[in-house]
């Protein structure tokens, strides 16, 4: 099978005109050497003052040959040189017509200053945050207001979805999150104890254990796994409806999204946080365990009693206080993130990242006031 | 005089510094069939969600059955929205339901029925809608283009409303699909007293099927009435709406299903042209 020929030209030259004759296929697929043999045409025409350009031989002419060789005629055109096309073939007239050269506007984006753009990103942004915290505390509202109608008339709360989701969040979350706090628990055990020996005091790696993981880290890690499993799940699951225009038949049908959809979802997560972050704390004590075990010999009955002077029942509890509170922040940034999709698959993928983010940073502060709120109340 | 089902006066929409609706008149009467044009980007759509609810006006004033929706109480507006039925333009069928779920919704919601009637209802409806009864157990992502459609309308008229609205019915449809359907609405129409808000490019349903047509452009309604006003009409828009080449194809090709009964329909919506129907002409 042959190789389609390129472009190609021969000339003839009698006196000071000058007879072209182009072949092949002048088509874009030819790629460079078509622009090449449009400035041998060009070369090759310089002295004459009377140009012909046959296009009998051409095989093959689409939008940038007609270009380039259109262009070829003005540019010698614009020289006063007398430049022709000939030999035509019908079925090019037209495509020599349309695709004539000519220079076309290309409208140039406003550039303003780097600077000046920098400030007004940031200042975007900061308005966009307070958009949000606006857009959230609203949502907050709403939500209240249907959990309030639904315990007026029991009879409107969608029961079926709540058990779903809470086993979609909690049961279905909790081999993930026990296996994570589990690790979490035993890599603090090894560092704790690799720097505690120092000072001979590998005994206290239990409070370590206890203490961290049950005040702070068990609370955490399963907020913000949540946050990446569930909160990204829910913002991708309302998001679609959204695109699909599930909600506004929803709304139409006089349904209320928000009892339907996000209470349920919000209620499963104030639920499920609590459970998994007990499942998490325990996890994360018997991942220690087994390290200290491992590296000091601490056994297993000697642990749980230095366990038991090491921590007091307000050292459980002040992390698992928390617990709700992450699951409401996890369930308000995913609902709205989700119900803030607009328009394509872009625009979804956008408010799952932002959701998470988002989900994980306010985790993370509420965490700090609540650690200076206890430290203030001194629990 | 008509009984009107909507009425709108000055309606004022806007997004940000961009209005949309500029003072828009509108009136809808019972039992009729109207067809909404307008450029792409016009405010079709954003004037179907306004009157629907489903997004804010500035300022104006929208009746529906004769309530004004700014002074009714939540519990006359949600008796006025089970009086209406909503067909979206890509079905939006909620796609965890089969489509005798999603048909039932409306039902589960709002009435109380039996077990047995609702799934008898909602099986009547499927079939209205002109779809199988095998299609009653499928899920949305398993149905194609024409069923989906059919499947939303079924839902749509789930709770027997008096007034429908469709978003653009027949696009994505082949045009034997199409005038399948517009067939199907002028039937359901007659049958069950509807009053109908389509809101639609496809100039063949406008000749065919709309008792009247309103022409959305600049902001407001600049054209209303039956058809020969908009082909009489002087706006430079609907001018190059209805007399342009398709526009004429399509008068050459349709005849009104709803009056004439047997106009042939499937050679007719495709056929016209410069070398004659192959359908008879009524």
């Known amino acids: 099978m042959d190789v389609p020929e390129g472009p190609k030209f021969s000339s003839q030259r009698a006196g000071d005109s000058l007879r072209l004759s182009l072949g092949g ?85 406003p550039r303003g200053s780097y600077i000046v753009r920098l400030l007004a990103d940031i200042g975007e942004s900061v308005v966009s945050a307070g958009a949000d915290l606006y857009r959230g505390i609203g949502f907050l509202g709403e939500v209240v207001t249907a959990i309030g109608k639904s315990l007026v008339s029991p009879s409107h709360f969608r029961g ?175 609902c709205v993130e989700g119900l803030a999709v607009k328009g394509s698959a872009e625009s979804l993928g956008r408010q799952v990242t932002a959701s998470v983010v988002k989900s994980i940073f306010m985790i993370i502060v509420v965490d700090g006031l609540f650690a200076v709120f206890f430290a203030g109340i001194r629990y | 005089m008509p009984e009107v089902a909507i009425r709108v006066r000055n309606l004022v929409v806007g997004f940000g510094d961009r209005l949309v609706m500029q003072g828009l008149d509108l009136d809808v009467y019972r039992g009729e069939v109207l067809g909404f044009v307008g450029g792409s980007g016009t405010g079709k759509s954003v004037l179907t969600r306004t009157i629907l609810g489903l997004l804010r006006k500035r300022s104006g004033l929208i009746e529906i059955f004769g309530a004004d929706l700014d002074t009714v109480s939540p519990r006359e507006y949600a008796a006025i929205e089970q009086r209406i039925g909503v067909m979206f333009q890509q079905g939006a069928l909620f ?105 639609t490019h496809d100039l063949d349903s406008l000749y065919s099927i709309c008792d009247r047509i309103a022409a959305l452009a600049d902001g407001k309604v600049v054209a209303e009435g039956p058809i020969s006003t908009m082909l009489a009409s002087r706006h430079p828009w609907v001018h190059a709406y209805f007399h342009g080449k398709r526009a004429r194809l399509a008068r050459l090709a349709g005849g009104s299903i709803g009056d004439e009964g047997e106009g042939s329909l499937a050679g007719d919506a495709t056929n016209g042209g410069p070398g004659g129907t192959s359908a008879p002409q009524d």
């Open chain 2, 95 to 199: 796609s965890g339901l089969t489509v005798k779920q999603n048909v039932q919704l409306p039902m589960r919601e709002h009435l109380q029925l039996s077990p047995r009637l609702s799934e008898e209802l909602a099986m009547l409806k499927i079939g209205l809608a002109g779809l199988e009864a095998d299609a009653a157990n499928k899920y949305p992502a398993e149905l194609s283009g024409g069923m989906t459609k059919r499947a939303a309308l079924a839902r749509a008229l789930a709770l027997d409303p008096e007034l429908v609205f469709l978003d653009e019915p027949t696009s994505g449809l082949d045009p034997i699909g199409a005038a399948e359907f517009d067939e199907l609405i002028a039937t359901l129409q007659r049958t069950l007293g509807l009053t109908v808000f389509m809101v």
């Open chain 1, 25 to 109: 296929r002048w088509t874009v697929d030819a790629s460079a050497a078509i622009e090449a043999r449009a400035e041998g045409l060009l070369a090759e025409s310089t002295g004459a003052s009377r140009v012909v350009l046959d296009l009998g031989q051409v095989v093959r002419l689409d939008t940038a040959g007609a270009w380039l060789i259109d262009r070829t005629r003005q540019v010698l055109d614009a020289k006063g040189v007398d430049a022709t096309l000939e030999s035509i073939r019908p079925e090019y007239e037209i495509l020599l017509r349309e695709a004539r050269y000519r220079v076309l506007a290309v409208p140039k984006p």
């Open chain 1, 160 to 334: 079926t979805s709540l058990v779903v989701q809470i086993e979609n969040i909690a049961l279905r979350g909790a081999p993930i999150i026990a296996l994570i706090n589990c690790l979490a628990g035993a890599i603090i055990a090894q560092q704790g104890i690799f720097q505690l020996r120092r000072f001979g005091a590998t005994v206290f790696v239990v409070d370590l254990i206890g203490i961290l993981m049950l005040r702070e880290l068990g609370v955490l890690l399963t907020a913000i796994m949540t946050a990446g499993r569930s909160g990204s799940a829910i913002t991708a699951e309302l998001g679609s409806m959204e695109l699909r225009e599930e909600i506004d038949a929803l709304t139409v049908m006089g349904l209320r999204p928000v009892e339907i959809l996000i209470v349920p979802r919000i209620v499963a997560l104030i639920i499920s946080l609590p459970l998994l972050t007990f499942i998490a704390d325990m996890s994360g004590i018997v991942g220690g365990l087994i390290v200290s075990w491992i590296y000091e010999g601490i056994t297993p009955a000697r642990f749980l009693t230095l366990l038991r002077d090491a921590i007091v029942l307000h050292t459980f509890f002040s992390g698992l206080i928390k617990a709700p509170f992450m699951g409401l922040i996890i369930g308000l940034i995913s």
